[in-house]
T-cell receptor, first 118, second 112 residues
Framework: GAVVSQHPSWVICKSGTSVKIECRSLDFQATTMFWYRQFPKQSLMLMATSNEGSKATYEQGVEKDKFLINHASLTLSTLTVTSAHPEDSSFYIC??????????????FGQGTRLTVV | SQQGEEDPQALSIQEGENATMNCSYKTSINNLQWYRQNSGRGLVHLILIRSNEREKHSGRLRVTLDTSKKSSSLLITASRAADTASYFCATDGSGGYNKLIFGAGTRLAVHP
């Protein structure tokens, strides 16, 4: 299957700083990527849909100024957690689907990033 | 946003037994997918079933879909300790290309 690489796999940062997480599709072009957040022993909550060359579409309740998403190329989307606070500590996962994607395709996921804000 | 519920939330069985997980959803769908997640890792796609399909098999996996009841089940036969993981269903909305919305998940523990 296709490969999605997410970096870093874990990060610890101080409260008030910003953290950038990268998501790359290594062997295919992804016009759309998705960012999820997952709390321990819970499901994945969709945060936003990242569209190449345009603004991200955020889910209800997700602060767009807090979670900045940039999708500058067909293979790279980034999520920046700005002015991080301990409550932002979580597991963040990105996913991508083929660029010609119909609705009948699987999604490929990155390895996830464990963010801890101290 | 979450699409629906999965049950059971947790399942503990012995190696060799079958494991059945159920998923319910709320809206119309184009397809339903099942994913597996090992602790602290990303998700791996297991199987996709389209809305016009009722049953699908892949190795030891069997998935059913009942669109009238808005429910799906995942059966893992002859389970192994390596099957220990969390399993999630995800729905792909109708009306074209769409985002995947995940169910609550079932944590499966298979004991040797």
């Amino acid at each position: 299957g296709a490969v999605v690489s997410q970096h870093p796999s874990w990060v610890i940062c101080k409260s008030g700083t910003s953290v950038k997480i990268e998501c790359r599709s290594l062997d295919f072009q992804a016009t759309t990527m998705f960012w999820y957040r997952q709390f321990p022993k819970q499901s994945l909550m969709l945060m936003a849909t990242s569209n190449e060359g345009s603004k991200a579409t955020y889910e209800q309740g997700v602060e767009k100024d807090k979670f900045l998403i940039n999708h500058a190329s067909l293979t790279l989307s980034t999520l920046t957690v700005t002015s991080a606070h301990p409550e932002d500590s979580s597991f963040y996962i990105c996913s991508a689907r083929f660029w010609w994607g119909t609705a009948n395709t699987e999604a490929f996921f990155g390895q996830g990033t464990r963010l801890t804000v101290v | 946003s979450q699409q629906g519920e999965e049950d059971p939330q947790a399942l503990s069985i012995q190696e060799g037994e079958n494991a059945t997980m159920n998923c319910s959803y709320k809206t119309s769908i184009n397809n339903l997918q099942w994913y597996r997640q090992n602790s602290g890792r990303g998700l791996v796609h297991l199987i996709l079933i389209r809305s016009n399909e009722r049953e699908k098999h892949s190795g030891r996996l069997r998935v059913t879909l009942d669109t009238s009841k808005k429910s799906s089940s995942l059966l893992i036969t002859a389970s192994r300790a390596a099957d220990t993981a969390s399993y999630f269903c995800a729905t792909d909305g109708s009306g074209g290309y769409n985002k995947l919305i995940f169910g609550a998940g079932t944590r499966l523990a298979v004991h040797p």
